[in-house]
């Protein structure tokens, strides 16, 4: 098993979501490799921290409080434009909207990456590679999981 492999396996490795054979090679090329060592102990860690960290609380009606923000800073802003015959916008050229419209997107990616994170992705439960599968079907499981993750998140089938 070379580096690449093991590195893209390390997260299922380390969730012990792996078995047998592969979990075995993958032990033994982190007995030999100090690189690929220290890369566990970095993401081990890591992972530790975001355990630490926890999920942030966030208000069920935060949506509705930035939509409702949103409206009125547009309908502010038309008004201004209609007397400056111009665009408010803030530094480098972005307008409030679409300043407010951004951070509210990015905080619903962050509380769902942190859910992710806390709640596990639930792939584990899909056919996990077991000791009778190659290093070759691990790598493919961990790709397909994570294809399947990101078509769930930008509303993929």
Excluded: W
Aim: net charge negative; with cysteine; proline share 4%.
């Amino acid at each position: 098993m070379n580096c690449g492999q093991v590195k893209r396996l390390l997260p299922p490795f380390i969730d012990e979501e792996l078995q047998g054979g592969v979990r075995d090679e993958i032990d033994s090329h982190l007995a030999s490799c100090p690189t690929c060592r220290s890369e566990k102990e970095e993401l081990e860690a890591d992972m530790g921290l975001l355990e630490q960290v926890g999920t942030p609380e966030v208000s069920p009606f935060l949506v509705t409080r930035v939509m409702a923000d949103i409206r009125e800073r547009r309908s502010a802003n038309a008004d201004l434009r209609s007397r400056t015959f111009g665009v408010r916008r803030l530094a480098f050229g972005v307008s409030l909207a679409r300043l407010v419209g951004g951070v509210a997107a990015a905080l619903v990616v962050a509380v769902s990456i942190g859910a992710g994170v806390l709640f596990g992705s639930g792939f584990a439960q899909a056919s996990v590679p077991s000791a009778e599968n190659s290093t070759e079907e691990a790598v493919s499981y961990v790709e397909s999981s994570a294809a399947d993750l990101y078509a769930l998140m930008v509303g993929g089938d």
